[in-house]
């Protein structure tokens, strides 16, 4: 219940000169410098897979929270699919891509369906980027996220623990680590 204050801020995306809306309840790097590292290094990354691919890069964020990155490699010219699981957010998302002429697909729900149905469409991703919670990624999302099979997994994560585990067994999975970047 909102006491005092705004409901919603636009905010900056990091890197970007476009905006997100930041609300209670959606997940963003509260952190400045955090996000804006962070946002520095992923779009790098996407600009150099982006000049491998043929036509637009495609993007698939799994728990993209507020859509800043999802906006953000909008603005590159990526065609981005924004999977998140906290509806108001994506409310959002939809709201500022629209506002600014971006190609954001936005998926509300849960990842694991998302992957499915993602899966039964037979998409392509050149790039899929995860930012989960704390306790990492679900079993399922692993083993679809390999079943996937993207050219470039970029994992952003705020545990160690969670990072290590998912890391290993992706790598069962058929997708190996190249760099850790702290």
Known sequence: ELLLGPAELRAQNPGARGYHYAAHGAFRQV???????????????????????????????????????????????????????????????????????????????DAAEALRALAAQAARFELVIVNPPRRGLDLDVRRLLARLSPERLIYVSCQPATLARDLAHLARCGLRATALEP
Not at 56 to 69: D, K, T, Y
């Open 31 to 109: 952190h400045a410098d955090t996000a804006r590292a962070i946002a520095e290094r992923v779009l790098e990354q996407a600009r150099s897979q982006a000049r491998a691919a043929r036509g637009p890069l495609r993007v698939l964020e799994l728990g993209g929270g507020a859509g800043a990155l999802a906006l953000a490699l909008a603005e590159q010219g990526a065609e981005v699919c924004a999977v998140e699981s906290f509806e108001p957010a994506c409310v959002r998302l939809r709201r500022a891509a629209g506002e600014q002429g971006l190609p954001v697909e936005v998926r509300p729900g």
